[in-house]
């Protein structure tokens, strides 16, 4: 008999092109807490998806204290012991912690037993040494407040393994030092812990073992006397097999180009407010230059969207100042920046890049409407100049469509990528924004879009490239700079582009 | 692939009114009336007298506008409920405008009342959409609420202007006013009311507004996806206000045409048929055609068909109006429940 509490064998994923997990095995000692690393797009999420229920693994077995089982929906899970907490709170704003923890769990049909359950609660809590107020709506309550409710909820139906999701992503420092505490006391107890995260701190402060993933599999399984920082970022960012790299990767020359005498966009001390969904940027300052590709290399959540949208929306600046081409841009509405000769892509394709019921014509206009070029007497659309605009569009890009009038929504992910490049270029350009391009697309789409960065930046252009895949960033980028929590770590031009180091800034480790 | 789609939906609305004509029968037999006389008289009444036909295009003309006026806003996935009372006011503004000018000496030709009075319903009704439209875009307030409570205010306005010693009729026991003035009131041709030429107007209004500006662009790209057209710069709180100043306008003109043009007065209840009041069969009318605003026209004149046959088998055969409302009403929920099933995107 062993002494795993979850093993997952030979684990596969497929989503479309994209291979989300490949031959994973993972597996969990009783009683340890676990870490689970990996940059963006690794599979972190695929992997504990399939073990709470989310998805089915397209091959693979799962066995729970020795025992093979199917999971097919959180339900199942649940009943097999999992419980997970998830990185945004899901508890019911309106409710407090009691109604929280009991919904979903009432046995008796009609009456609600609030009392009774409420002395278990208290009980439960007490022996876990997670105290907090029961009668409070949750709405009222901090993110680490919520996040004890979240484990006493899971514990509370019977979770003997707990799956943490980046659980510290809103949590104050004192927060954290609590929630450390929380999770070696219940490890005493004998829960078992998944802890998912990308800061190397929280590793080696929190984890027993922890295991690496790389783009789909296991990179290493490090004990506690293994874990150095060292070990860590090269599992994380440098392949133990180069020529997977390579083969994975298109092969695109970054030939030499002219700088620009003067900066296309400047940011000085820049910040912006954090909110719950994002951390904010404290005080960026940088210089982007014509001919030239910087690659913004961060973990997601640590500020790269708001990078992007403070440039395009610099409305919600809250301080500092932006200049594109030498001119003070606060203030500008989108349409007004990019009149300044800037465009767009943004991170989530589907959600926030295309209109899916509208046509190819509908689509290639969005940001462009109003432009002089289409529109007669300021206020009909030249939708004949639309049309010849979106048929170049499809020619150039080589979107595979039968005309402008095809619903985009019909479209493959690389196609649908291809239209909102080519929107991005149906002017000649300054600055290129662009979050996350090549995420989910095939190796040839991959490379086609490399080809039209490196065109862009020949002809002249500045590109602001915020990826989450540090190989992609390294094969194109004239600079990297790396965020971390909203602050910008560093700068490396082409020549001191060093994976390990920029690994270890983008999870915070030492400079 | 389009072919497939539009095959779909002809067989949808088919079904749609198949079943619920079935119901209807179900119900006139469960009553003991004769069944065919009663489908007949509802559906031909409109088309065996030119009676008939006038009267369905007196009521197709203002349920256009307020179909309309819930149409727009819905595009944005706002539920504008207060098609009646911008209706309404409009009316009522108008009445008072066409009252008031000769009253204080200024008698103006037709040829400058009639366009003033137009322009008044417009303004009247876009301001008043507008209160809705603002609190949506400004505060968050979920118009459905305020466009119903505004509804109130609205009825109260008319009875405050039709009861008012000055504007009242002293021999009406009602809330009726004094005639308009002769220059301030339109005609009929052959029966069929002067306002056709300006609903048709407004239909290519419509038509043009949204296929062919940019701010129908605005309007459509929101409806598509507001997140992506937010990010490429589009003013969403802007387009609120648009499309709520657009609906209250087409009301608002709605309702000037029945006050100037088939009442010539105002008289309380002047937006209502067979009883029931014209923004809510405008909602009705919207969602049969899935709020899209090039089928507004033909929805609204077979409603109007309907509503025709219902005043007739009340009149005929004794058979309460609210039997068409429920085959309306049976009508918009097979299609929406059958789009929803056979043409919803994954």
Redesign the interface.
Same mark, same amino acid.
């Given at each position: 008999m062993n002494n795993f509490f979850v093993e997952l064998k030979n684990v596969k994923k497929v989503f479309g092109p994209v291979v989300a997990l490949d031959n994973v095995n993972f597996s969990i000692l009783k009683g340890e807490i676990h870490g689970l690393l990996g940059e963006n797009g690794a599979g972190k999420s695929t992997l504990m998806n399939i073990l709470y229920g989310l998805y089915t693994p397209d091959k693979g077995e799962i066995f729970i204290e020795g025992k093979k089982v199917k999971i097919n929906s959180p339900y199942d899970s649940i009943k097999l012991g999992i419980g997970m907490v998830h990185q945004i709170s899901t508890l019911v704003p309106q409710f407090n912690a009691i109604e929280n923890i009991i919904l979903g769990t009432e046995k008796d049909k009609y009456r609600l037993k609030i009392e009774e359950e409420k002395e278990k609660i208290k009980k439960l809590s007490r022996e876990l040494g997670l105290d907090f107020p029961l009668d409070i709506k949750v709405k009222d309550l901090s993110a680490g407040v919520k996040q004890k409710i979240e484990i006493v909820r899971a514990l509370f139906r019977g979770a003997k393994l707990l799956i943490l999701d980046e659980p510290t992503t809103s949590l104050v420092e004192s927060e954290f030092k609590d929630l450390l505490k929380t999770l070696k006391s219940l490890v005493n107890k004998g829960v078992t812990i998944i802890f998912i995260t990308h800061k190397m701190r929280e590793v080696l402060e929190a984890c027993d073992r922890v295991t690496i993933l790389r783009r789909g599999k296991v990179q290493g399984i490090l004990n506690r006397d293994e874990m150095t920082t060292e070990n860590i970022v090269k599992m994380m960012f440098i392949e133990k097999d180069i020529k997977v790299t390579e083969s994975a990767l298109p092969k695109v020359e970054l030939p030499e180009s002219r700088k620009s005498e003067k900066p296309v966009l400047i940011l000085k001390d820049v910040s912006t407010e954090s909110t719950e969904q994002s951390i904010g940027l404290k005080n960026i300052s940088f210089e982007i230059f014509g001919g030239e590709i910087v690659g913004v290399a961060s973990v997601s959540g640590n500020g790269e969207k708001d990078l992007a949208e403070i440039i395009i929306n610099p409305k919600k600046l809250k301080n500092g100042e932006i200049y594109i081409g030498g001119e003070k841009i606060n203030g500008l509405s989108t349409l007004e920046v990019f009149s300044k000769g800037v465009f767009y892509t943004p991170e989530d394709r589907i959600k926030e890049g295309i209109l899916p019921e509208g046509n190819l014509k509908e689509n290639i206009l969005l940001g462009h409407h109003s432009e002089e070029r289409f529109l007669n007497r300021k206020i009909f659309i030249k939708w004949n100049e639309a049309k010849s605009v979106t048929l170049d569009t499809i020619k150039k890009f080589n979107v595979y469509a039968p005309n402008e009038e095809t619903t985009i929504r019909r479209l493959s992910g690389g196609n649908i990528q291809k239209v909102i490049m080519g929107r991005a270029f149906v002017n000649s350009i300054k600055l290129l924004i662009t979050h996350n391009p090549t995420s989910g697309l095939d190796v040839s789409t991959v490379e086609f879009i490399f080809k039209k960065l490196v065109e862009t930046r020949g002809s002249g252009s500045a590109i602001l490239w915020i990826g989450e895949d540090l190989d992609e960033l390294m094969i194109l980028s004239d600079r990297i700079m790396v965020l971390y929590k909203g602050e910008l770590q560093g700068i490396f031009k082409r020549s001191e582009f060093d994976k390990y180091k920029i690994g270890l800034l983008m999870i915070g480790g030492q400079k | 692939?389009k072919n497939k789609d539009l095959f779909r939906v002809i067989i949808i609305y088919f079904l749609s009114i198949f079943f619920a004509f079935v119901v209807i029968s179900i119900i006139a037999v469960l009553f003991r009336y004769d069944v065919i006389k009663v489908l007949r008289t509802l559906l031909t009444t409109s088309f065996k007298t030119s009676f008939g036909f006038q009267e369905t295009i007196k009521k197709t003309i203002p349920l256009i506008f307020t179909t309309y006026a819930f149409t727009i806003p819905f595009m944005i996935k706002f539920f504008n409920i207060g098609g009646w009372g911008q209706m309404l006011f409009g009316g009522t503004i108008t009445a008072v405008v066409g009252l008031t000018l000769p009253k204080i000496g200024i008698n103006l030709p037709s040829f400058i009342m009639i366009p003033l009075l137009i322009i008044t319903g417009i303004l009247a009704g876009g301001f008043f959409a507008l209160i809705a439209g603002f609190l949506v875009a400004k505060f968050d307030i979920n118009p459905i609420i305020s466009t119903i409570m505004l509804n109130f205010v609205a009825v109260q306005f008319l009875n405050f202007i039709a009861t008012n010693p000055i504007y009242r009729d002293p021999y009406e026991g009602h809330p009726i006013t004094l005639p308009l003035p002769k220059s301030g009131t339109l005609g009929f041709i052959f029966g069929i009311p002067y306002s056709i030429i300006f609903a048709i107007i407004s239909i290519i209004f419509v038509y043009f507004l949204i296929k %062919? =500006? %940019? &701010?129908? !662009?605005?309007i =459509? *790209?929101i409806g !598509? $996806?507001l997140? *992506? *057209?937010q %990010? !490429?710069? &589009? $003013?969403f709180q802007k387009t609120i206000l648009i499309t709520f100043f657009i609906a209250g306008a087409l009301a608002g003109l709605g309702g000037t045409f029945e006050v100037i043009n088939i009442h010539k007065k105002l008289i309380e209840g002047f937006a209502q048929t067979s009883g029931a009041q014209y923004g809510i069969f405008g909602v009705l009318t919207s969602l049969i055609v899935a709020g899209n605003p090039i089928g507004v026209p033909i929805a609204a004149f077979l409603m109007s068909v309907l509503l025709v046959g219902a005043d007739a088998l009340q009149r005929t055969m004794q058979i309460p109006v609210e039997m068409v409302f429920l085959s309306q009403a049976l009508i918009v929920l097979f299609i929406v429940t059958f789009r929803e099933r056979f043409l919803r995107?994954k």
């Open positions: - | 692939m %062919k =500006t %940019k &701010i129908g !662009y605005e =459509t *790209a !598509y $996806n997140d *992506a *057209a %990010k !490429y710069g &589009i $003013n995107r």
